[in-house]
C-alpha cells in the first residue's frame, strides 16, 4: 500500500510538471523595467488550454492585479507587452496566467518573483498602457463570469483557482485516504 501511495503521488507532481511553464521572467528578485518593451515566454504541452489570460500582480503590500493580455494564444509561446504604467515601483512582482475557460478558471502558471525598476510615464502613452504582437479574441462561447476596468478595458475572471499545483495536492490526498 505504502508503495502505491509513494507511486500515485509522484505521478500526481510529475503530471503538474509537464504544464504551462513561464520562462521570462525567469529568476527570482529579475529587475524588469517596463518604461520599455517586455516579452514573457513561455513553453506548452498539447494538453494546455489553448488559450490564457496574462495578469501582473503584486500581494505585497501594493494590491496590483493587472491584466497586461487577455486571451493570449498559448502556442505562440510568447506575449510582448510595449509599455505598463500606473503601477508602483516595487519587489515581489508576479506574472500569472489564468485560465479563460468556462469550467476552469484558476491560475494555470506563476512566474518566480520579480523587482519592477521603471514603469511607463501616462503621458507617453495616453491611449493604452499595454500592446501585443500576438492577436486576443474573445469568443461567445467563453461565458465566465467578469467584469470590466473601465480605465483600460480588460475583462478579470471571478472563480476558484485550480492549477497544476491544486489538482496534484487533491490527487495525494485522495491517495492517501485510500
Given at each position: 500500500m505504502q508503495l502505491i501511495s509513494s507511486l500515485s503521488l509522484f505521478l500526481a507532481f510529475a503530471i503538474s510538471a509537464l504544464a504551462l511553464t513561464?520562462?521570462?521572467?525567469?529568476?527570482?528578485?529579475?529587475?524588469?523595467?517596463?518604461?520599455?518593451?517586455?516579452?514573457?515566454?513561455?513553453?506548452?504541452v498539447p494538453s494546455d488550454p489553448e488559450q490564457f489570460t496574462i495578469t501582473l500582480v503584486n500581494m505585497d503590500g501594493h494590491n496590483v492585479n493587472k491584466d497586461l493580455a487577455v486571451?493570449?494564444?498559448?502556442?505562440?509561446e510568447e506575449y510582448r507587452v510595449e509599455k505598463v504604467a500606473d503601477i508602483p515601483l516595487a519587489n515581489n512582482y508576479q506574472i500569472n496566467f489564468r485560465s479563460t475557460e468556462k469550467d476552469s478558471t484558476g491560475i494555470l502558471a506563476q512566474s518566480p518573483r520579480f523587482n519592477v525598476t521603471k514603469v511607463a510615464d501616462d503621458e507617453d502613452d495616453t491611449?493604452?498602457?499595454?500592446?501585443?504582437?500576438?492577436?486576443?479574441?474573445?469568443?461567445?462561447?467563453?461565458?465566465?463570469?467578469?467584469?470590466?476596468?473601465?480605465?483600460?478595458?480588460?475583462?478579470?475572471?471571478?472563480?476558484?483557482?485550480?492549477?497544476?499545483?491544486?489538482?496534484?495536492?487533491?490527487?495525494a490526498l485522495v491517495v492517501m485516504a485510500l
Open positions: 513561464i520562462t521570462s521572467p525567469s529568476t527570482t528578485n529579475q529587475k524588469v523595467d517596463f518604461s520599455k518593451p517586455f516579452t514573457i515566454k513561455w513553453g506548452s486571451d493570449v494564444d498559448a502556442s505562440k491611449e493604452t498602457t499595454t500592446t501585443a504582437t500576438a492577436t486576443a479574441t474573445r469568443t461567445q462561447s467563453q461565458t465566465a463570469a467578469t467584469e470590466t476596468d473601465d480605465t483600460n478595458g480588460a475583462a478579470h475572471v471571478k472563480g476558484v483557482y485550480v492549477g497544476p499545483a491544486a489538482v496534484a495536492g487533491v490527487m
